[in-house]
């Protein structure tokens, strides 16, 4: 099993985007992929296809003392999706808080979720579980078994000043974070913005090292494709978006064959 967090910067640069469409490239290219929302937005179910109304997810069911694997739909690309959820009736507050409530007991729960539980939707040795880690991240003591377990964690930038200056402080905090197995991936990066084109090359100049080789360019596609409720892969496969994200699932699954 590979573990794959994502998380931001800072809010807004895109994390459930990039979970939804690397789960959906990896799936494509044939591996088995569960897509863990930990964020509680629960906006990942959306974007991967999921009603509206669909409120059923990892609140729900820890809440109820059932399993995780008991709110777990499948995408029309074979994505295995365990959304956040929310209970019904609650206020935006009252959602945030039930989701620390229960942070803890998922924590609690993670050597069942990443070992024996997850053999019950039969998955081979070299499926992946990509888990939007965007509000989680924000708690990184509650969250060292995660860490530990995570093969590879994804940092999302945009190439905007705000994003920069969060990147250069996020890679300072984190041995505080707990793991050194940190990439960055730049999100929606436009080149015909002479700024983001300065901030693009300073990025490549001091990060180098821990830079994903793929840049996931800004592309209208993303958003359009986002309102149906599809991806990319489904919406415009010929897109730049698409062969991005079709890029960064062959990157990974490379990186895999060569740690077997």
Not at 19 to 33: M, N, R
Not at 135 to 145: E, F, G, I, T
Request: glycine share 8%; aromatic share 8%; proline share 2%.
């Amino acid at each position: 099993m590979n573990v794959l967090l994502v998380a931001g910067v800072k809010g807004g640069v895109g994390v459930t985007t990039v979970v939804a469409h690397l789960a959906t490239a990896l799936s494509y290219q044939g591996k088995s992929v569960v897509a863990l929302d930990l964020c509680s937005a629960n906006q990942l179910g959306l974007l991967l296809g999921l009603p509206y109304g669909e409120h059923r997810g990892l609140v729900t069911q820890v809440a109820i003392g059932e399993p995780w694997y008991s709110a777990c739909f499948q995408s029309k690309a074979g994505v295995y999706i365990v959304p956040h959820g929310y209970i019904e009736g609650e206020s935006s507050k009252s959602k945030q808080a039930s989701s620390e409530r229960i942070y803890t007991a998922i924590n609690d729960q993670l050597d069942a979720l990443v070992g024996d539980d997850i053999e019950s939707i039969d998955l081979p040795f070299d499926s992946w579980l990509i888990v939007d880690f965007s509000s989680a991240y924000n708690l990184p003591l509650d969250w060292q078994k995660l860490l530990c377990r995570a093969d590879l964690m994804i940092m999302v930038t945009n190439t905007d000043a705000v994003s920069y200056s969060c990147l250069n402080r996020t890679f300072e905090d984190q041995q505080a974070i707990g793991t050194s197995k940190m990439m960055c991936l730049i999100n929606k990066y436009s080149s015909s913005n002479l700024l983001e084109r300065d901030i693009y090359d300073s990025i490549q100049h001091q990060f180098s090292k821990q830079l994903f080789p793929v840049t996931v360019h800004d592309d209208k596609n993303i958003g359009q494709s986002l309102a149906s409720k599809q991806t990319v892969f489904e919406y415009a496969q010929h897109s730049q978006a698409c062969r991005d994200f079709g890029l960064l699932g062959t990157w990974l699954v490379a990186g895999q064959c060569e740690n077997q």
